[in-house]
């Protein structure tokens, strides 16, 4: 009976070692394989920055393609990514979708100084009516800094440790008594709420905030799902208006612009965030 339980046992560790290596061995080729897209898309896009006129489009609409294939085909979503992606795509004159991935980036590394940088000029020129800005924005920037200075990676590994330290400093305060250890447990709860606040005000962002932009260069809204109702506005909105998803028909989506109109816009028009 032992035996037939140890060579069971055997043969689990046995199968459990082989999916270990199998696993390690296909996220290294993973890598290698993310690795050498990442370089070619690298390539593409300073070979791009030496050329003027449309091969200059041509290659930066190449190199955000290939960048793009690693958030599409190999499942990847880092801030730094999305940003050479909104390069790419504004550098070959594509304001909507470069305005489109800046912003997905931010919600990742919104303090990253050339990002928001980047942003502001693809911003420009867009001549939507915005809405009020709030006065306390700055101020809010200044006392919560944190969560815009720091990524959203960073955030949550901070949160990981820090409550990690808080059940760690109470376990050895069962044996030893010490004010630096009720201290570690006090600041360790402190930096638990303060990153805990903020990875999830990120995360309910990314995860139920509907936000889009309009990618294409020029899109008709109107006042209904369909071709049929009449035009919202006399003029189009330009590639690179941000808005708020608030409802969907088919094709057709409703939208909320910063000035808080409410209207309709093919889903094909515009993307995501």
């Known amino acids: 009976m032992f035996k037939m339980k140890k060579q069971k046992f055997s043969y689990l560790v046995i199968c459990l070692g082989l999916f270990l290596v199998v696993t390690v061995f296909a996220e290294s080729e993973q890598q290698t394989e993310s690795k050498g897209i990442f370089l070619q ?8 920055q030496g050329q003027s006129g449309e091969q200059k489009r041509m290659n930066m609409l190449k190199a955000a393609g290939q960048f793009e294939a690693l958030v599409e085909e190999q499942g990847i979503e880092n801030g730094y990514l999305y940003y050479n992606i909104g390069n790419a ?18 919600r990742l590394i919104p303090g990253f100084t050339d990002l928001n940088y980047n942003l502001g000029i693809a911003r420009e020129g867009i001549h939507v009516p915005e809405g009020k800005k709030i006065w306390w924005d700055d101020i809010k920037k200044g006392i919560l800094f944190w ?4 990524d959203y990676d960073t955030r949550r590994i901070i949160l990981i440790c820090s409550f990690s330290f808080i059940w760690i400093f109470l376990t050895i305060s069962i044996v030893l008594r010490s004010f630096l250890l009720r201290g570690g447990v006090i600041l360790s709860l402190i930096l638990s709420v303060l990153f805990g606040g903020s990875y ?30 009449g035009k919202f506005y006399d003029q189009p909105l ?16 409703k939208i909320k612009l910063q000035n808080d109109d409410e209207l309709w816009i093919k889903s094909d028009e515009a993307g995501t965030i």
Request: proline share 3%; glycine share 10%.
């Open 238 to 253: 330009p590639g690179g208006t941000e808005f708020r998803i608030m409802e969907t028909q088919g094709e057709w989506w």
């Open 147 to 150: 969560h815009y200075l720091l």
């Open 41 to 48: 898309a690298q390539e593409t896009f300073k070979k791009a």
């Open 89 to 106: 795509y504004h550098e070959a004159g594509e304001k909507g979708k470069a305005i489109l991935y800046y912003l997905k980036a931010k």
């Open 200 to 229: 999830l005000v990120s995360a309910y962002q990314i995860h139920f905030i509907k936000s889009g932009v309009i990618t294409k260069q020029q899109s008709i809204v109107r006042k209904g799902p369909g071709k049929t109702y």
